[in-house]
């Protein structure tokens, strides 16, 4: 159909979010040294208009929520025109990796990170 597959674009968000995550400094290395890992609990994907084969695409990720939970919003657009085709979100949650116990408020690191705290 020259389009797309509607799971790659998981893939796109996965590695928009590594970038992001790695530009401050808590990828998923610096996640695991912390003692915390963040497992995705939640993913929505809203496709507004396929992709086709061979075309450019610009992925942006953005944290949106970060106390409690880690929401990481995504945008898709074609990188000739701009055109946003795909947007979505992911939910991630910390977990003590010592405790395989999850988190209910975000640890102090990640708002270090973040330059919040």
């Known amino acids: 159909m020259r389009i797309v597959w509607h799971g ?18 808590y990828g998923y290395r610096e996640m ?8 995705v609990i939640d993913l929505r994907v809203r496709y507004l ?4 084969l061979g075309q ?10 970060y106390e409690h939970r880690l929401r990481i919003d ?4 074609c990188a000739q025109s701009g055109e946003r ?9 910390a977990v003590s990796l010592a ?4 988190q209910l408020v975000s640890p102090p ?8 705290s």
């Open 8 to 25: 790659h674009y998981v893939k796109y968000f996965e590695i928009g979010r590594c970038e992001l995550l790695d530009k401050i400094g």
């Open 32 to 39: 695991e040294q912390s003692g915390f890992g963040w497992p």
């Open 49 to 52: 208009k396929p992709a086709t």
């Open 56 to 65: 450019n695409l610009i992925c942006t990720a953005k944290i949106v929520e």
């Open 74 to 77: 995504y945008e898709i657009r």
């Open 85 to 93: 085709l795909t947007k979505g979100h992911s939910i991630q949650v």
């Open 99 to 102: 405790a395989n116990e999850m």
């Open 109 to 116: 690191v990640m708002l270090q990170k973040l330059g919040v």
